[in-house]
């Protein structure tokens, strides 16, 4: 069974920077993706950014690229997104997602175990 357990969320005003993090366990090989999602009150779930855990790939929403980096430690096991020049519409649940294969998908659906989410507020 896959755990996930997010962190690093919190209220920070438009312009700056927070950087989330995914533990992960209960996988002992690297063949399966990570994502980040989040949801906003009263809209769905969206994509923002997903990493290919053996080899690194990554995929990122037209919202995200260039603001937003995708990494991962394998030490660790531990996934991370450090966001930066934060807007208040990036105010959301921010959710980490995982997928028991090497295929990225943007769609929620696809994802298999999710972690619990934590909350992004950005002021303005």
């Known amino acids: 069974q896959v755990q996930l357990i997010e962190s690093g969320g919190g209220l920070v005003q438009a312009g700056g920077s927070l950087r989330l993090s995914c533990a992960a366990s209960?996988?002992?090989?690297?063949?399966?993706?990570l994502g980040w999602f989040r949801q906003a009150p009263g809209k769905d779930r969206e994509f923002v950014a997903a990493?290919?855990?053996?080899?690194?790939?990554?995929v990122y929403s037209d919202s995200a690229k260039g603001r937003f980096t995708i990494s991962r430690d394998g030490a660790k096991n531990t996934m991370y997104l450090e966001m930066n020049s934060l807007k208040p519409e990036d105010t959301a649940v921010y959710y980490c997602?995982?997928?028991?294969?090497?295929?990225?998908?943007?769609?929620?659906?696809?994802?298999?175990?999710w972690g619990q989410g934590t909350q992004v507020t950005v002021s303005s």
């Open positions: 209960g996988r002992s090989d690297s063949n399966y993706v």
């Open positions: 990493i290919r855990w053996s080899r690194g790939n990554t």
């Open positions: 997602a995982f997928r028991t294969d090497l295929a990225i998908f943007r769609d929620y659906r696809q994802y298999n175990y």
